[in-house]
């Protein structure tokens, strides 16, 4: 499986969703996404909250995560 173009489907305008990344075509922010993720639920679960949502939008949101990670500089955040 190939890793889907984050570019294609994650817009990040000053107007929507104060700044945050969403999924082109919604309000829905990419940290939403992935924090869902975090805390268990499962892709199709995300897809039942957010039926506005496709599968590759929650591989995308993954990807640019992914992305971030590596451009940005981490600093460990307080316990």
């Known amino acids: 499986m190939s ?3 984050w570019q294609e489907r994650i817009v990040i305008t000053p ?3 104060h700044g945050d ?3 082109r075509g919604t ?5 939403m996404i992935v ?3 975090a805390d ?3 892709p199709e679960e995300i897809q039942d909250a957010y039926p506005q949502l496709t599968e590759e939008d929650i591989r995308a949101a993954l990807a640019y995560v ?4 590596r451009q940005d500089i981490l600093v ?3 316990a």
Do not use: K, Q
Request: aromatic content about 0%; charged content about 20%; proline content about 15%.
């Open 3 to 5: 890793r889907v173009r």
């Open 15 to 17: 107007d929507l969703h």
């Open 21 to 23: 990344p969403c999924i």
């Open 27 to 31: 309000r829905v922010p990419v940290a």
């Open 35 to 37: 924090g869902s993720l």
């Open 40 to 42: 268990g639920m499962t």
């Open 66 to 69: 992914a992305e971030v990670i």
């Open 76 to 78: 460990p955040l307080p």
